[in-house]
């Protein structure tokens, strides 16, 4: 079993940053590629983006292209997702999940284990 548990989230204006941490504890994660989804009111849960194991593939869904940056540090058992330039439409409950094993992991099914979310609020 992974537990995953989001930080980092909250309330930042338009072309703010900010930066969300993914932490894996129980088994290590090194092996599973990760990746983070974003839930906006009334919306269906998007793909955001995801890392594979090494880090060697990343893919970005086309509305944060150019201003969000995924990352993993698997000594620390952790996933960062830098936010930049960031838009009233980013506005959402992030959520974590770890498991793909391949490496264009955009759908939700693909993933074996979800952290609880954490909200971001961009204010315009």
């Known amino acids: 079993q992974v537990q995953l548990v989001e930080s980092g989230g909250g309330l930042v204006q338009a072309g703010g940053s900010l930066r969300l941490s993914c932490a894996a504890s129980g088994r290590t994660f090194s092996g599973y590629g990760v990746g983070w989804f974003r839930q906006a009111p009334g919306k269906e849960r998007e793909f955001v983006t995801n890392i594979n194991w090494s880090g060697r593939f990343i893919y970005y869904a086309d509305s944060v292209k150019g201003r969000f940056t995924i990352s993993r540090d698997n000594a620390k058992n952790t996933v960062y997702l830098q936010m930049n330039s960031m838009k009233p439409e980013d506005t959402a409950v992030y959520y974590c999940?770890?498991?793909?094993?391949?490496?264009?992991?955009?759908?939700?099914?693909?993933?074996?284990?979800w952290g609880q979310g954490t909200q971001v609020t961009v204010s315009s």
């Open positions: 999940a770890a498991g793909c094993g391949g490496s264009s992991c955009r759908e939700e099914a693909l993933y074996d284990y």
